[in-house]
């Protein structure tokens, strides 16, 4: 089986060809990082012009590197929400063209799932439950899964989201955009223990809480100019021990069989580091996908696509103009479907 996947929820253009689940065909991703540069961050609307420039040219070279034809294709799965909606619609309106030009059945998808899938690509025969960390630029999110399309979220942010805060301290701290990958890079050579910056602790539950944290870090770097990679180290050893933090909870909790890590965040070595650790102290398995497989990218939109619509009843699995008639939204809960309209 088939898959045509397309990403266009934030700032990368990406299409990808997935055969059955897990094998990628081709995951192409267009950043779009130097058009959002000089203003420190995402722009909205030259998010959504940028994708309706690229995503064209990059079906078509995903179709000519796959060596295939659009007939060939048996599922086109698409991001619909979460996201930024001018930047989704591009996504969408291209997927509902080719879904409804050649007949072949649509799947929207919920991007956070797409996120999990990822670690069903690193590791399509993993054990359930797991446990799953989503770690990105809008979420910090802690599920349990005891089985495929099956999500219950344990905790998430009650502010920032992790890669949010490191985005911004990134940006307090005048490192160039991608602020989280920077933001690690100069951390490196500063001193983790140099400030003593503490998160607010949530006792109860498994919630996160960054928007402490990146002021702390943000106002330390106004009075230690001198200090700027100590600052980037003490804020990334205490983000990261509020997630430790909480998963290890989950774990004792529940028990899990694996820990899996995905999101943005995830391609940060410390994160993995980290959760490396609480699986191996808890005497779980614990898998993360490579880093090109953590960032936004079309081929585990795909492989989320793929594992919901393997689970539909067979009437559903044949192309219907109905299938097209779904929204597109800014906010989804993890586990949740967009709604046909
Ligand atoms: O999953 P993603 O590509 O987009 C969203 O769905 O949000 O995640 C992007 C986020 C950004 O906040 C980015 O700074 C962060 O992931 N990120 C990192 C690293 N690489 C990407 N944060 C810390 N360290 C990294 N190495
Ligand atoms: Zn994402």
Known sequence: MLTLGIETSCDETSVALLEDESRIIVNLIASQIEAHQIFG???PEIASRKHLELINPLLETARREGGIEWKDVDLIA???APGLVGSLLVGVAAAKTLSYAHRIPCQPVNHLEGHIASIFLAQPDLQFPMLCLIVSGGHSELVLMKGFNQFERLGRTRDDAVGEAFDKVA???ELPMPGGPNLEKLAASGDPYGFDFTVTHLADGFDFSYSGLKTAASQAWMKNRDRRADIAASFQ????SQLRGQVQKAIEQYAPATLG???GVAANSAVRGQMQEAATAAGIAFV???K???TDNAAMIA???YLRFRDLPAERQTFDPRMLHFETRSLLPVGEQVAGV
Request: glycine share 12%; hydrophobic share 60%.
């Open 41 to 43: 961050g995402v722009v």
């Open 78 to 80: 698409v991001t619909a």
């Open 171 to 173: 940006r307090a701290l």
């Open 237 to 240: 050893r205490v983000a990261v």
């Open 261 to 263: 890590l995905c999101g």
């Open 288 to 290: 993360a996908p490579s």
């Open 292 to 294: 090109v497989l953590c």
């Open 303 to 305: 492989a989320a696509g």
